[in-house]
C-alpha cells in the first residue's frame, strides 16, 4: 500500500438506505457525531448547554471506528454531569469504501485506482430525560446518586488551596512536611 495514497473513504450503498439505530426519535433529539479528532471539552459543552434547556429530552452520541471509545467517553462524563439519565446503546457495524490510486500516476492517464471494503465497528447511545422501555436491549437506569444534581451541571467550585501545595488539606503530603520539619531545622 506504500504506492497508494487514499482518495476518499465513502460509505457502502447498503448503510444509506437504512434509518439509523433509533429510527423512532422526536424531532427535538439532539445528534452529536464524534469523530476522530473532536474535541472532548467541546462535544461536551455543546451537549451539556443543550441538555440544560427544559424543551430538549433526548441526545444521541454516535461514532464509528476510531471515534468509538471517545463517543464512549463522552456519554459517561455527560451521564456524572448530569444525573438521572436513561441510555440504551446499540452496536452496529458499518460498512465503507476507501478508493486509493496509485502515488506516481503515469504521464496522461489517471493511474490504477484500488477500491477497499471495510466493516468498522459503530455505536450508537441514546440519552434520554425520560424514561425508556427497560426491556429493549442495551437499556442501562440511571445511577442513584443523592449527591448529583438531577439534569444539572455537577460542576461544584473547587476547595481553595494555599499556595504551593498541590495537594487537599489533610493529604499524607502536608503530613510528612510536618514531621520532617524537626529534622530539617537540626540540618541548619
Given at each position: 500500500?506504500?504506492?497508494?495514497?487514499?482518495?476518499?473513504?465513502?460509505?457502502?450503498?447498503?448503510?444509506?438506505?437504512?434509518?439509523?439505530?433509533?429510527?423512532?426519535?422526536?424531532?427535538?433529539?439532539?445528534?452529536?457525531?464524534?469523530?476522530?479528532?473532536?474535541?472532548?471539552?467541546?462535544?461536551?459543552?455543546?451537549?451539556?448547554?443543550?441538555?440544560?434547556?427544559?424543551?430538549?429530552?433526548?441526545?444521541?452520541?454516535?461514532?464509528?471506528?476510531?471515534?468509538?471509545?471517545?463517543?464512549?467517553?463522552?456519554?459517561?462524563?455527560?451521564?456524572?454531569?448530569?444525573?438521572?439519565?436513561?441510555?440504551?446503546?446499540?452496536?452496529?457495524?458499518?460498512?465503507?469504501?476507501?478508493?486509493?490510486?496509485?502515488?506516481?500516476?503515469?504521464?496522461?492517464?489517471?493511474?490504477?485506482?484500488?477500491?477497499?471494503?471495510?466493516?468498522?465497528?459503530?455505536?450508537?447511545?441514546?440519552?434520554s430525560k425520560d424514561a425508556l422501555d427497560p426491556g429493549q436491549p442495551g437499556y442501562q437506569p440511571p445511577e442513584p446518586r443523592p449527591d448529583a444534581?438531577?439534569?444539572?451541571?455537577?460542576?461544584?467550585?473547587?476547595?481553595?488551596?494555599?499556595?504551593?501545595?498541590?495537594?487537599?488539606?489533610?493529604?499524607?503530603?502536608?503530613?510528612?512536611?510536618?514531621?520532617?520539619?524537626?529534622?530539617?531545622?537540626?540540618?541548619?
Amino acid at each position: 500500500m506504500e504506492n497508494f495514497k487514499k482518495v476518499r473513504t465513502e460509505e457502502a450503498d447498503t448503510e444509506a438506505e437504512s434509518p439509523g439505530p433509533f429510527a423512532d426519535l422526536a424531532p427535538g433529539a439532539v445528534e452529536m457525531k464524534v469523530k476522530e479528532g473532536s474535541k472532548i471539552r467541546n462535544l461536551l459543552g455543546f451537549a451539556t448547554a443543550r441538555m440544560e434547556q427544559p424543551t430538549t429530552r433526548t441526545i444521541v452520541f454516535s461514532g464509528c471506528g476510531r471515534a468509538v471509545t471517545k463517543t464512549v467517553t463522552c456519554v459517561e462524563i455527560l451521564k456524572r454531569r448530569l444525573a438521572g439519565l436513561h441510555q440504551v446503546t446499540r452496536l452496529r457495524y458499518r460498512s465503507l469504501r476507501e478508493v486509493w490510486e496509485s502515488r506516481p500516476p503515469p504521464p496522461g492517464s489517471p493511474g490504477p485506482s484500488l477500491s477497499v471494503h471495510k466493516n468498522v465497528p459503530a455505536v450508537s447511545i441514546l440519552l434520554s430525560k425520560d424514561a425508556l422501555d427497560p426491556g429493549q436491549p442495551g437499556y442501562q437506569p440511571p445511577e442513584p446518586r443523592p449527591d448529583a444534581q438531577t439534569w444539572a451541571p455537577a460542576l461544584a467550585p473547587a476547595p481553595p488551596t494555599a499556595p504551593g501545595l498541590k495537594r487537599s488539606r489533610g493529604s499524607p503530603a502536608a503530613e510528612e512536611r510536618a514531621s520532617l520539619t524537626p529534622f530539617l531545622e537540626e540540618s541548619v
